[in-house]
């Protein structure tokens, strides 16, 4: 079992939805990232968060520490929104990154 | 900062063969990191150096595997008698700190693919 897990794994949504994709991990951790890879495979960090909320333009990133949970929100997407976005873990006291299996979002025009 | 380079971006080679990959990575990041993606999957973590110093190796690294950082900047990654399975993206990262206080910076990676 992977130790963060993703859902959904696949995600089509027309133009002008809202999205949320969900991300839970079950270990302690000292920071949480949500990234986005392309088709090509270049991965571009969105946010890194270790308590509440961020949000950066129509995306925006929670986590509940307590619940080991973070969610990843697009308002009003847009089709040059589609990718994989990643969610991915610093555990406490390692320095590598461990990651879930992605959510691929489609969004339709 | 011209972010993280990866060469090549692509590779195609014959089963048996040994392969190398180079990553550039941000220049004042002290932290690099090698991590493997298979196709569906997320990106698996291989190795990571702090300057010149491999720190830690995954059990996914067999001896075929073999990466260095030798002056702390650019780092290779080797792979000796490539197999099928060795078939997937190699993707650099670098950081500033490596205890969860920084963003990682990935590269765009180096695809191989084994024939």
């Known amino acids: 079992k992977n130790e963060v897990e993703q859902s959904p794994q696949n995600l089509t949504a027309q133009e002008g939805e809202f999205i949320t994709i969900n991300c839970s991990y079950s270990?302690?951790?000292?920071?949480l990232h949500w990234l986005q890879q392309h088709p090509g495979g270049g991965i571009v960090s969105l946010f890194m968060?270790?308590?509440g909320k961020k949000k950066h333009g129509r995306l925006i990133a929670t986590i509940n520490i307590q619940e080991k949970h973070s969610s990843l929100h697009i308002t009003a997407s847009h089709p040059r929104d589609s990718a994989v976005y990643i969610c991915?873990?610093?555990?406490?006291?390692?320095?590598?990154?461990?990651f879930g299996t992605g959510t691929r979002l489609t969004i339709i025009p | 900062d011209t972010g993280v380079s990866q060469d090549p971006r692509h590779k195609i080679t014959k089963r048996g063969q040994n392969v190398t990959f180079r990553c550039d990575p941000i220049?004042?990041?002290?932290?690099l990191y090698w991590y493997r993606q298979t196709l569906g999957q997320g990106p698996e973590f291989l190795t990571y150096?702090?300057?010149?110093?491999?720190?830690?190796k995954s059990r996914l690294l067999s001896d075929r595997f073999s990466a260095e950082r030798p002056k702390g900047s650019f780092s290779t990654l080797e792979i000796q008698r490539t197999e099928q399975g060795d078939s997937a993206m190699y993707l650099c990262?670098?950081?500033?700190?490596?205890?969860?206080?920084?963003?990682?910076?990935f590269g765009d990676g180096t695809r191989l693919s084994i024939l």
């Open positions: 990262a670098s950081s500033l700190d490596g205890t969860g206080g920084q963003p990682q910076h």
């Open positions: 270990v302690g951790i000292s920071a």
């Open positions: 968060l270790s308590s």
């Open positions: 991915a873990v610093h555990n406490f006291g390692n320095e590598k990154l461990t």
């Open positions: 220049s004042e990041h002290n932290r």
């Open positions: 150096f702090q300057n010149e110093a491999q720190l830690e």
